[in-house]
């Protein structure tokens, strides 16, 4: 038998995210793993979906994005987060923003023309200018619920100016 990455090391048992902590824990034996914070800040939790990325059309693995769990590509780092999670998250990190406010660059306005398709169902999804702070481009499929970010855009959101964000100290 081979071990996995969400293997205990000190057991074997299989490993458990612990979502509200942001590592694993064993059941069994209580040993910890904390994975790598890469500089973006998502966790890879290193399980790969049925789900395939829209852009890239490689599977999606499991992440975690700073309190949400999302499904995201390692090639080209895009997000998949269900909608109710994307609008709680960016209420909380923008809530609690510690480092100063960052005005984002102009959107992309090539961005408005591509076409994507819901990596669940299959449909177009929607593509148009986010509504909120971080001037970007943002897909969703009003079917399946769930929002496309491209890479740093998410970031981008948290990090832009607005009377929703706290004050650096």
Not at 41 to 55: F, H, I, N, Y
Not at 64 to 78: D, E, F, H, S
Request: with cysteine; glycine share 8%; charged share 20%.
């Amino acid at each position: 038998m081979q071990d996995s990455e969400l293997d205990c090391r000190n057991c074997g048992a299989p490993l458990t995210f612990a979502l509200d902590k942001g590592y694993f824990t064993c059941e069994y034996c209580g040993w910890l793993r904390f994975p790598d914070k890469p500089d973006d800040g998502l966790l890879d939790l290193g399980v790969r979906s049925a789900v395939e990325c829209p852009v890239c059309h490689v599977p999606l693995v499991l992440g975690y994005a700073r309190i949400t769990q999302v499904l995201y590509c390692q090639r080209c780092k895009g997000l998949l987060v269900p909608q109710a999670a994307f609008v709680l998250a960016l209420q909380v990190l923008r809530a609690t923003a510690t480092n100063p406010p960052v005005v984002p660059p102009r959107m992309n306005r090539d961005d408005l023309r591509r076409s994507i398709c819901c990596p669940h169902c299959g449909r177009t999804m929607d593509t148009h200018p986010y509504g909120g702070p971080g001037n970007i481009v943002i897909d969703n499929c009003s079917h399946c619920h769930v929002n496309w970010l491209d890479y740093r855009e998410f970031q981008r959101i948290i990090d832009a100016p607005g009377k929703d964000r706290r004050r650096p100290s």
